[in-house]
């Protein structure tokens, strides 16, 4: 159990997806103008890679080695299609608001790179842990993010505002999903390297 | 004039990359140089145009009439990971000089989310078979200015040798992309 817990810390941390492996940076910049709508991003990831994962890890070793990619995509958008599908008819809203960028998954690097590097070479339930780990970091940078921009651009947490005014509204449009990414990205290295060094 | 209005809005006041956040990993990762990112821009536009032709067809001579739109997702990325590999081995045997250029950009690009995002994109907005060509050809233009502009900056930044060693690489990356993508808001009243 300890390895399996090992596993998902990994995940978070080590190969944070967002911070360390600088991948899936489409839905992160794009999807977090809150941070309701970065984590709901990155729960619908998690559950994709988990899934995809855990199907590739049993299937990975009938697949010949030369259809190998573009069998994972098809595998990777079944389950983008089922979570489309889900999203659309019990959270209709969440689902107008990040629009294209759920059938968008497929083509999320994170999902992909996890099956080819790790689920295709590891056993089913390590995958899914694995899946686990990745996606939960995945979530949590995006909610970081978003928790980040709707606070500063709208001055509200979670929906809730703090104070009235209208904020920055510069972090909610484009250039502040950059430049927010940016300063987190600093700011876990800074902490990464103090941890690292104890 | 309806063309126009397309052109314009796709390439400036709605920019895939700055504004529409898709297909920012070859934003990031290719951008290194003008000459490769040109060579990026060409592959993209050339192929983002084929996909979103193909896959408008597809919806409307197969998926419409067979009542499968669910299978949407599915059917576009496979066609697209398909026309990918078709146009580099056309371009292998038609053309070496452009193989050349563009090929080691080709499969990178199956799994870059524009060309999926802008054949989604143009079948949500209900453009007809003309309008979706125009539109995938000026998001390719777009991108590829994007990416070219993003490159020449970065050339200049890695001249300079006092940037804060905490935001060395990706940071300061990102900061350079965010404030292009300030200037790029400066296009906002050009289209309604």
């Known amino acids: ?198 | 004039m309806e063309y126009i209005l397309i052109i314009i809005a796709a390439v400036f006041v709605n920019n895939v990359v700055l504004a529409q956040f898709l297909g920012i990993c070859p934003f990031l990762g290719v951008s290194g140089k003008v000459s490769t990112s040109a060579g990026m821009g060409g592959a993209v536009i050339f192929v983002l145009t084929l996909a979103a032709i193909v896959t408008y067809l597809i919806q409307h001579f197969i998926l419409i009439p067979l009542q499968i739109e669910y299978m949407q997702t599915i059917s576009f990325i496979l066609v697209i990971a398909a026309l990918v590999q078709m146009v580099e081995i056309i371009l292998k045997k038609a053309s070496p000089s452009l193989y050349q250029a563009l090929g080691i950009f080709l499969p990178l690009i199956t799994t870059n989310c524009a060309v999926l995002g802008i054949a989604i994109l143009s079948i949500q907005k209900d453009y007809n078979l003309a309008q979706t060509a125009v539109f995938a050809l000026a998001n390719g233009v777009g991108f590829a200015l994007a990416l070219i502009l993003f490159a020449g900056l970065r050339e200049q930044l890695d001249l300079t040798s006092n940037v804060p060693k905490q935001m060395k690489g990706y940071p300061i990356a990102l900061i350079v992309a965010g404030l292009l993508a300030m200037a790029f808001m400066g296009f906002g009243g050009i289209v309604k």
């Open chain 1, 1 to 198: 159990m300890k390895e399996k817990i090992q596993i998902i810390i990994k995940g978070i941390f080590a190969e944070n997806p967002t911070f360390v492996l600088i991948l899936g940076m489409c839905p992160t910049l794009a999807t977090t103008s809150s941070a309701i709508n970065g984590l709901s991003m990155g729960l619908a990831t998690a559950f994709v890679l988990m899934l995809s994962n855990l199907t590739i890890s049993l299937v990975a070793k009938l697949i010949p080695d030369k259809v190998r990619i573009p069998s994972y995509i098809v595998i990777i958008a079944a389950f983008v299609t089922v979570v489309d599908l889900l999203m659309a008819g019990y959270l209709p809203d969440i689902h107008a608001t990040l629009g294209i960028f759920i059938p968008l998954i497929v083509v999320n690097c994170i999902v992909l790179a996890r099956a080819e590097s790790f689920a295709s070479k590891n056993g089913a339930v390590d995958s899914i842990f694995d899946g686990l780990g990745i996606g939960l970091g995945f979530t949590l940078a995006l909610t970081c993010l978003g928790f980040v921009r709707e606070l500063l651009g709208d001055y509200s947490v979670f929906g809730h505002k703090l104070t009235s005014g209208d904020g920055m509204i510069l972090f909610i449009l484009a250039p502040g999903a950059f430049f927010a990414l940016a300063y987190l990205m600093i700011l876990f290295n800074i902490v990464k390297r103090k941890f690292v060094k104890k």
